[in-house]
């Protein structure tokens, strides 16, 4: 987020047709939860896409890069490798180090689409499991992500974007930005609601 180092999470490996949706919700997931910048493989062009016309729609800032030199990102990254997945160390066990160590250093965390080479597991710092049972990658990448920013992200301020959702009990309310002060509160003169 804004004030510590760089978050960013890398999208290891993408299947075209099989992958689309999760690659997509890796993205979505990174950027509402407080990751700066979602690099995926070269061919999810479409998943990035999706994740920008987001950000365009919602604000940001956010960044989405399409790269084929996975490997050499995880091997080359200047800071702590955090590797998803559930053969790793109990989040709950390693959370605080990661957080303490993310206060000085970017972090990168990848989370694999396909069958992971042994040799990530070996570059990273941490290989971390949310729970050691199978589940979804996007599940565990949010998890981790609340876990980092221990629950900070949740009050993240949007920059730009085209609409703003208001939140409500029930029902839905998505507004032009310019129409909500500094407090959220929507300016019911303008407001065509």
């Known amino acids: 987020m804004h004030d510590a180092p760089e978050c960013c999470v890398l999208r290891f490996g993408h299947r075209p047709g099989r992958d689309d949706r999760m690659t997509t919700h890796v993205g979505l997931t990174a950027r509402a ?7 995926f493989p070269d061919n999810a062009g479409q998943s990035a896409e999706t994740v920008r016309d987001i950000t365009d729609r919602f604000g940001g800032p956010f960044e989405v890069e399409l790269r084929e030199d996975q490997r050499a990102i995880i091997q080359n990254w200047d800071g702590t490798v955090v590797h998803l997945t559930m053969y790793g160390e109990e989040v709950q066990t390693v959370q605080d180090e990661i957080r ?22 070996d570059h990273a710092d941490w290989n971390v499991g949310v729970t ?10 949010a998890v981790f992500l609340d876990r980092l920013f221990d629950g900070d992200e949740l009050d993240r301020e949007w920059e730009g974007g085209e609409q703003r959702v208001i939140p409500k009990e029930t029902g839905k309310r998505v507004v032009d930005p310019e129409l909500v002060d500094e407090d959220g509160n929507v300016d019911e003169a303008d407001d065509d609601a």
């Open 33 to 39: 939860l407080g990751a700066d910048r979602v690099i």
């Open 100 to 121: 303490e160590t993310h206060h000085d250093e970017p972090i990168l965390i990848v989370v694999g689409g396909e069958k992971v080479p042994f040799e990530v597991y």
């Open 132 to 141: 050691n049972q199978p589940h979804s990658e996007v599940a565990g990448l």
